[in-house]
């Protein structure tokens, strides 16, 4: 199974820790799956969670983009609602001037965040309807600039920056086959509408001069270790996010216990499982037929992984067991 895999950080920040190290991690990260051959690594636009840093997304892809040489860096994505395209044409327009043939910007439409961070955001829920011109909007800002064009994105016209539309439902699915771009399915963390997503994008898919046929990237979620037992208590890490999300008691990433049912309740860990439905958990060998199966039941062009480990070299040996299962 050779295929293209590459990875989502969120800058988590970890219990005992701080959010500068957070970042300095995603850099450190970043560097070590260059040398292992990921193709490209996103960063997540989120606001108002306190172990996520990546909420200025276009300056952690440059921190990022600043410490690596080959690796495409990313947003996966920016929640384009949030923003004025001209804006995001600027900020990705610059990123690609400093960072040439390096930068990916993926384009969600949901807020990343609730409702009363979306106010401090002097954004409306209604914004959220424009998407679809948005990206329009945003797409013609990155084109070379035409002779009756009064606005110009400095830097941002010409640098005509790979688009990717992010979706969980099938709304991103049919604008991303309309529009001709690639489509990145959030299946690490909303499974549910994923073979159909992925059929109705295919079906629909129209080419454009970005692409000319579809291409599908999804996300899923892999702890890898020497032993399946050793894994699965990785595993509990983010397992645990969950269960205080659950709660509505946010929290940084914890370090990983023996007895993850001692921690939730039945309920939590039926939400939790069906939230990570799309996870692969164990050994190398594990891993590998794990990966096999989701790529002969998806026919996915790019895996998109993510990997809540506490402890970082632990989270770069698993990225070492995932980049040699795939080849």
């Not at 701080?18 to 850099?27: F, H, I, K, V, Y």
């Not at 840093?53 to 983009?65: G, K, L, R, Y």
């Not at 044409?89 to 040439?100: D, N």
Request: glycine share 6%.
């Amino acid at each position: 199974m050779m295929i293209p895999l590459s990875i989502l950080e969120l800058g988590r920040v970890r219990q005992g820790s701080d959010r500068r190290t957070a970042l300095d991690n995603a850099r450190t990260l970043a560097q070590h799956a260059e040398r292992l051959g990921f193709r490209r690594i996103w960063v997540a636009e989120h606001h108002n969670s306190p172990a996520v840093s990546t909420a200025a997304t276009s300056v952690v892809v440059s921190h990022i983009a600043a410490a690596t040489t080959t690796i495409r860096v990313g947003a996966g994505g920016v929640m384009l609602p949030n923003h004025a395209p001209y804006v995001i044409a600027e900020h990705f327009g610059t990123l690609e001037t400093l960072y040439p043939g390096r930068i990916d910007l993926g384009l969600g439409r949901a807020p990343g965040t609730d409702q009363a961070t979306l106010r401090a955001l002097r954004r409306d829920p209604g914004d959220a309807e424009h998407f679809s011109q948005d990206v329009l909007e945003l797409q013609s800002f990155l084109a070379p600039k035409s002779d009756t064009q009064r606005i110009e994105a400095v830097p941002g016209s010409g640098t005509n920056v790979p688009l990717w539309i992010l979706g969980s439902s099938l709304f991103g699915a049919q604008l991303a086959a309309a529009l001709g771009l690639p489509y990145a399915f959030g299946s690490q963390f909303s499974p549910q509408a994923l073979h159909q997503a992925l059929e109705v994008y295919r079906t629909h898919f129209q080419p454009s001069a970005q692409l000319q046929k579809p291409y599908a990237m999804i996300g899923v979620n892999v702890i890898a270790a020497e032993t399946d037992a050793e894994a699965r208590v990785l595993a509990t890490s983010q397992q645990m996010t969950f269960a205080d999300m659950f709660r509505g008691m946010p929290s940084l990433l914890k370090p990983p216990i023996d007895d993850i049912e001692s921690y939730r309740t039945p309920r939590e860990k039926a939400q939790t499982e069906q939230i990570l439905n799309c996870s692969i958990v164990g050994s190398a060998e594990t891993v590998r037929n794990g990966l096999n199966q989701l790529v002969s039941d998806t026919k996915a062009d790019e895996l998109l992984i993510v990997s809540d480990i506490f402890d970082l070299s632990k989270r770069v040996y698993s990225l070492e067991i995932t980049a040699q299962a795939a080849t």
